[in-house]
């Protein structure tokens, strides 16, 4: 899950983006519509978390302008503003989720794991690839039952896969997904992460090829 959050406090801004880390999910940080449209116009994310109170435009501005193009992103609100108007007017202009500050982190990543269902059509967390179970809550990862532990960065390359299988993604669009703007990694990172996950779900039904000179396809081994 690769969210984008348009925030001009910076405290919440850190706070949020650290949770978010230790949970295994890259969130990058903005502080204005204007930066986040920028961001938009070159990168893409499963998810917007969304203020209202923002230096220049608001963020009303910017979910009406997401909606006028056709953008089907979930976008989760994200507010001081308590007021039933404010709600309303938000959900009319497209909001997929209303929270009201302060929050307690566990509920928002609750939030953004139900938005991520319910566009893609999902009813539970349970990802289930033949003998594969993966929990997106708690990141359990089971093959035949068994419990199988995975590095954070493991747990990523995993869900990334789950959530598209049968596509060929390239290397870019891999990092793009794994790792937030100012996040440093060499190029043999992902192959090597990709190398550790294939030997731990040697047993399992999900297979990652690599399909030389376009990237890897994940797939279940029928």
């Given at each position: 899950?690769?969210?984008?959050?348009?925030?001009?406090?910076?405290?919440?801004?850190?706070?949020?983006?650290?949770?978010?880390?230790?949970?295994?999910?890259?969130?990058?940080?903005?502080?204005?519509?204007?930066?986040?449209?920028r961001t938009l116009s070159w990168d893409d994310f499963d998810l917007l978390i969304l203020d209202i109170n923002l230096?220049?435009?608001?963020?009303?501005?910017?979910?009406?302008?997401?909606?006028?193009?056709?953008?089907?992103?979930?976008?989760?609100?994200?507010?001081?503003?308590?007021?039933?108007?404010?709600?309303?007017?938000?959900?009319?202009?497209?909001?997929?989720?209303?929270?009201?500050?302060?929050?307690?982190?566990?509920?928002?990543?609750?939030?953004?794991?139900?938005?991520?269902?319910?566009?893609?059509?999902?009813?539970?967390?349970?990802?289930?690839?033949?003998?594969?179970?993966?929990?997106?809550?708690?990141?359990?990862?089971?093959?035949?039952?068994?419990?199988?532990?995975?590095?954070?960065?493991?747990?990523?390359?995993?869900?990334?896969?789950?959530?598209?299988?049968?596509?060929?993604?390239?290397?870019?669009?891999?990092?793009?997904?794994?790792?937030?703007?100012?996040?440093?990694?060499?190029?043999?990172?992902i192959e090597q992460t990709l190398t550790r996950l294939r030997r731990k779900l040697a047993n399992s039904s999900l297979?990652?090829?690599?399909?030389?000179?376009?990237?890897?396809?994940?797939?279940?081994?029928d």
């Open positions: 899950m690769r969210i984008l959050l348009i925030e001009d406090n910076e405290t919440l801004a850190d706070a949020t983006q650290e949770y978010f880390r230790q949970i295994g999910h890259p969130l990058d940080w903005t502080i204005s519509v204007e930066q986040a449209e230096p220049g435009r608001s963020g009303y501005q910017l979910l009406q302008s997401l909606r006028c193009k056709g953008k089907t992103i979930p976008v989760l609100i994200l507010t001081a503003r308590a007021e039933i108007d404010d709600r309303v007017s938000a959900l009319d202009l497209g909001a997929d989720d209303y929270m009201v500050k302060p929050i307690d982190f566990r509920e928002l990543a609750a939030r953004c794991r139900a938005l991520l269902r319910r566009e893609r059509g999902e009813a539970s967390n349970a990802l289930i690839c033949g003998n594969l179970v993966f929990d997106l809550a708690t990141h359990q990862v089971t093959v035949n039952g068994e419990l199988v532990e995975l590095r954070l960065r493991e747990v990523q390359l995993l869900e990334l896969f789950l959530n598209n299988l049968d596509r060929v993604l390239t290397k870019e669009e891999i990092a793009n997904r794994l790792y937030t703007f100012d996040e440093a990694h060499t190029p043999n990172a297979l990652i090829k690599t399909i030389r000179g376009l990237g890897y396809l994940g797939h279940i081994d």
